[in-house]
């Protein structure tokens, strides 16, 4: 799975802004995600920006206080060249869907297509393409409502739902009352294949009335059949439950809530699971491929934050066990250090 998290997509325009005239004098996002490219591209460059649909009625949006200059306060008739922006190309459609609508309205300037991602590095519907992601992919704005979903195991507290604090989290009334009014984080639009909870089976009933209420569709709701909170704790299982049950499915993806758990889910079940507390995949072999790309990703930008050589050091290190986990940092601390 190759996920890119609000986080990289900032670092994909920051990056490729060299790519664009200097000339430009206003930025369309493409609705719904491509305003988040367009607003990430106006800050960056101090850029005047719309949406395509404002655009289109001749309207852009007001510059605030800190940035204004006196290009930021022009009229839409006044930009000659404009910069059409999308997160990412695929099919093509919403481009081509774009640019019709721009054509159908009349407006003439000079226009410049882009996305952040695409499977190519060009696409007959764009002029730039800022990095390729190829399929299977995902992203933080859209991974609730991707098609991927009905083929993944979803955890529910901290990932549908906010966690309970302690006062809530007793195993008796107060917890009762939080699972029936729990305040929902992450909105699926689309079925869920699998819901994977350490919640407990005896929970079952009030759980399932929340996910009615709140209109979250599933195929199976898989619970820890322990008898009480104090049982799961000593058990210590919360992990390897998950991981099990993954393990056993043709999941493609769990979605967990907490960093330390995903690390050992993944582990092991051998598959990919994406944290949403850090918006990082967690692959089962922290050496592979993505796992390594994904590690030297946001790298650069950390280091060019840290003066000397010995702080530069620190935060390699740091990043490393961080996302390759102490074990497969201790295995690549030796791979480096063996002879030739």
């Known amino acids: 799975m190759h996920y890119r998290s609000i986080s990289d997509m900032n670092d994909a325009i920051v990056s490729n802004l060299h ?7 206003l930025v369309v996002g493409v609705p719904r995600s491509g305003i ?22 001749g309207r852009i949006y007001s510059s605030g206080i800190t940035k204004r200059r006196a290009a930021l306060d022009r009229q839409a008739s006044d930009m000659r060249k404009i910069l059409v922006i999308d997160d990412s190309v695929s099919g093509g459609n919403a481009m081509r869907d774009a640019r019709n609508r721009i054509e159908a309205s009349g407006i003439k300037a000079d226009f410049i297509f882009a996305a952040v991602f695409g499977l190519l590095s060009q696409h007959q519907e764009t002029d730039v393409v800022f990095e390729v992601v190829p399929h299977p992919r995902m992203f933080q704005w859209n991974f609730m409502h991707h098609k991927f979903l009905e083929q993944s195991c979803v955890d529910i507290d901290g990932v549908l739902c906010l966690d309970p604090t302690e006062a809530e989290n007793d195993d008796g009334p107060a917890y009762e009352k939080f699972l029936a009014e729990a305040r929902p984080l992450f909105a699926p639009t ?21 996910l009615d209420k709140h209109d979250v569709k599933y195929n199976e709701l898989i619970m820890l059949d322990l008898p009480s909170k104090a049982e799961r704790q000593r058990l210590g299982v919360h992990g390897s439950f998950k991981a099990d049950f993954y393990a056993k499915t043709d999941a493609i993806l769990f979605i967990e809530s907490e960093h330390q758990q995903a690390l050992k889910i993944a582990k092991l079940s051998g598959k990919p699971v994406l944290c949403v507390e850090t918006h990082l995949v967690t692959y089962p072999d922290a050496l592979s491929l993505p796992a390594l790309n994904q590690a030297a990703r946001n790298l650069p930008a950390r280091l060019r934050q840290v003066n000397s050589p010995e702080g530069r050091k620190t935060v390699v290190k740091k990043v490393a ?20």
Do not use: H, Q
């Open 19 to 25: 790519r664009l005239p200097r000339d430009i004098d």
């Open 36 to 57: 988040l490219a367009a607003t990430l591209v106006s800050l960056a460059a101090n850029i005047p920006m719309t949406d395509l649909d404002s655009f289109i009625a």
């Open 190 to 210: 689309r079925k869920i294949g699998w819901l994977v909870t350490s919640r407990l089976e005896k929970y079952r009933k009030l759980t399932e009335a929340w």
């Open 321 to 340: 066990r961080t996302l390759l986990g102490e074990r497969g940092y201790e295995t690549l601390k030796s791979r480096v250090k063996r002879p030739a």
